[in-house]
């Protein structure tokens, strides 16, 4: 039976939930603009806002109807898993169902003053099961046609190549095909040579740096080294990640038996800026080049491309000239991007079955010498599908690699497999109960000492008073010591899976401040004292410091930061406190930071499993929280696995919550996938 529920019910709830946490302020003032705008506007219309704004806040493009009458409660995390909801509170799955149900809530969607169907001026728009804030709806449309336009394209792209010169550039690159199976960071080199769209993803160890700059070599030498080729990525991180790493592989790259290697090597580009310095950020969501200016590029790379939300990349997509390659790369089973939108997962969708047309099989067998398997041959796969390329042999994980198993099975969602991990230390992988939860001293045994690894904090704090320099040491002395005592620090990182909460890393690092400075590894009180690491959380363009850069506190003598090139003595030499972070360049420089100067850091003795994306730590330890989370799932647990690579721990206070977040999938809201194979 329905009650009658009009607009001041749905608003006092919206406020109720806002004052609970629920909901976000900005959330319950789009229902009351709406409102304004339309003062007769259907109650459950109101409410529906209110709960797509909720779930772009959660990284959904879409509040996506189909699942939230299935199960509404999950798919919004309202009321919270770790909340109960007290009374009268309702759920809004109780809301709407006293409401009338379904029925009910459609008759309300209609409504054209505020809900439109299509381009319009609405603030909603209603796309077959999803409801969408305009401005999501607009970015996915771009996205959708400008990569349906690429693909529509491809037999022009193919036909500007020959398969006998491609295929000679392959084999001077590459060297002769053979081995079991095909090499298919071969294939994902011919694929993005065809085509003016491509995506190349796999998980960690998979070689896609090196497929990407041998790709790069294979272009200019198909085109006379006269491309315009630009590097980047969604964070100042994984810019300065991928700058760093492809710094030196430029050089090893096997050019000198190819014709004009040398000229060919110093046509390969090593900078790499972040998406938003490429399209030229200004104020708001405004670029230097879009449609009207696009970039003067011809080749665009984009790493960890997983990160990237939707409007950056309707934008960059906007920003392509027409003849210009988009090159995306990225692991599809990592964490989404932190705002809305999970693009590179959409896109991905097939890449295990493959979905090859045979002539597609045809083309890339006469280019690159490789037979794609016939399980991943389909004559019905979709024209997206012949863009995509899975890189499926991990370099860094063997066979016999534990955490290599580990992260399969989590990613499979191999319960069986999962289960039958038992505690203890094994190999590569050790899995250890916190008998007595979040107090539990094991949990400060592995962070500080490493557990059996021997990787920990006191590690990096050791170094600090061991290889300190004498008091005649040099500028030279104190940055290669800042550079050791960074690189030990960067050897271990204690992930978490929440921001709050006993579990949380706001709650550990404080503890963990505390418990080194039982064990006498820090000292000093406040908030800056040496041996302190920090991540910072905003770019700080005037440091040249960008968001996720890791820093140290250390005590060095004045002259450093007075006059680097020379020594000095009496009070030059006396010790100041300064944030030692290396530079974005690649160079290995030490950068010296007054800590006053740092506005946007947090201690990182432990970082959210989001924070640490896309680094690598020789010694990785998760700590799970004692109950299930919306935000523990199966690829939050695959993303902290991957990030060791040597050694992962396990920290959990619960087994079940384990077997919970393996079964738990991340599904964000978006229709991507369906306007492509629509279009298609």
């Not at 095909?182 to 160890?205: E, H, K, L, M, Y």
Request: hydrophobic share 45%; net charge negative; proline share 6%.
């Amino acid at each position: 039976m329905s009650v009658r529920v009009d607009q001041e019910a749905i608003l006092r709830w919206l406020r109720e939930a806002e004052a609970l946490g629920w909901l976000r302020p900005l959330d319950g003032a789009l229902a009351e603009f709406l409102r304004e705008q339309v003062p007769d506007a259907p109650p459950l219309l109101l409410l529906a806002a209110a709960l797509t704004s909720h779930q772009a806040g959660r990284g959904h493009v879409c509040l996506d109807l189909d699942q939230l009458w299935e199960r509404a409660e999950p798919v919004l995390s309202l009321p919270p898993e770790t909340v109960d909801a007290p009374e009268p509170v309702k759920s809004p799955a109780a809301l709407l169902d006293a409401a009338g149900g379904r029925d009910a809530f459609e008759r309300q969607l209609e409504c054209p003053e505020l809900v439109g169907r299509g381009p319009g001026s609405t603030p909603l728009v209603r796309d077959g099961p999803r409801l969408y804030l305009r401005r999501y709806w607009a970015c996915e449309r771009t996205i959708a046609r400008v990569v349906q336009q690429r693909v529509d394209a491809a037999a022009q792209w193919r036909a500007q190549l020959d398969p006998a010169t491609v295929r000679r550039w392959l084999d001077g690159l590459f060297g002769a095909p053979g081995g079991d199976g095909p090499d298919w960071q071969r294939v994902a080199c011919a694929v993005a040579a065809g085509s003016g769209f491509s995506v190349i993803t796999g998980g960690p160890g998979t070689g896609k740096t090196t497929t990407v700059l041998r790709l790069l070599a294979l272009l200019q030498g198909l085109h006379g080294g006269a491309l315009r080729i630009r590097l980047t990525a969604p964070t100042g991180k994984a810019a300065a990640r991928l700058n760093a790493s492809i710094a030196g592989a430029v050089d090893r790259l096997g050019l000198e038996e190819l014709d004009g290697g040398a000229e060919l090597r110093a046509r390969i580009p090593t900078e790499v800026v972040t998406v938003h310095r490429l399209l030229g950020a200004g104020g708001g969501r405004r670029f230097r080049h879009h449609a009207g200016e696009p970039l003067a590029a011809d080749v665009v790379v984009v790493d960890e491309a997983s990160m990237i939300d939707v409007e950056l990349m309707a934008a960059l997509l906007e920003a392509l000239p027409d003849g210009g390659r988009l090159v995306l790369l990225g692991d599809k089973d990592q964490l989404a991007s932190v705002e809305a939108g999970a693009i590179l997962g959409e896109l991905c969708a097939r890449a295990d079955q493959g979905g090859y047309w045979p002539d597609t099989a045809e083309w890339l067998e006469a280019v690159s010498g490789q037979c794609i398997p016939s399980a991943l041959i389909d004559p019905t796969g979709g024209g997206l599908d012949q863009h995509v390329v899975m890189l499926r042999h991990s370099h860094r994980f063997g066979a016999d690699s534990g955490i290599g198993r580990l992260a399969r099975a989590v990613n499979a969602g191999d319960q069986a497999a999962v289960e039958a991990w038992g505690y203890g230390h094994e190999g590569d992988l050790a899995r250890v109960q916190l008998a007595d939860g979040e107090q539990d001293p094991t949990l400060i045994h592995w962070a500080v000492d490493g557990g059996q690894t021997g990787l920990g904090y006191a590690a990096y704090l050791s170094d600090i008073q061991e290889l300190r320099p004498g008091p005649d040491a040099s500028a030279g002395e104190y940055a290669g010591w800042a550079s050791q005592v960074l690189e030990t620090h960067g050897a271990f990182q204690l992930l978490a899976a929440l921001r709050r909460g006993p579990y949380g890393v706001e709650a550990l690092n404080e503890r963990l401040a505390a418990a080194l400075r039982q064990r006498g590894l820090i000292r000093g009180e406040g908030a800056w004292y040496e041996g302190r690491p920090v991540i910072v959380t905003r770019n700080d363009y005037g440091l040249g410091l960008i968001n996720g850069d890791i820093g140290i506190a250390l005590r060095v003598p004045r002259f450093l930061v007075q006059s680097p090139e020379a020594g000095g003595a009496g009070e030059e030499r006396q010790k100041v406190l300064r944030v030692a972070f290396r530079a974005a360049d690649g160079s290995g420089r030490i950068r010296w930071v007054p800590p006053h100067r740092l506005e946007s850091v947090e201690t990182a003795f432990a970082l959210t499993v989001h924070k640490a994306q896309g680094s690598e730590f020789r010694h990785a330890a998760l700590l799970l929280p004692d109950r299930p989370s919306p935000v523990l799932t199966r690829e939050l647990l695959y993303t902290g696995i991957t990030r060791a690579s040597q050694w992962f721990t396990l920290l959990e206070p619960q087994p079940a919550v384990l077997k919970a977040a393996v079964r738990q999938r991340t599904v964000r809201g978006g229709g991507l996938r369906a306007m492509l194979e629509a279009a298609g």
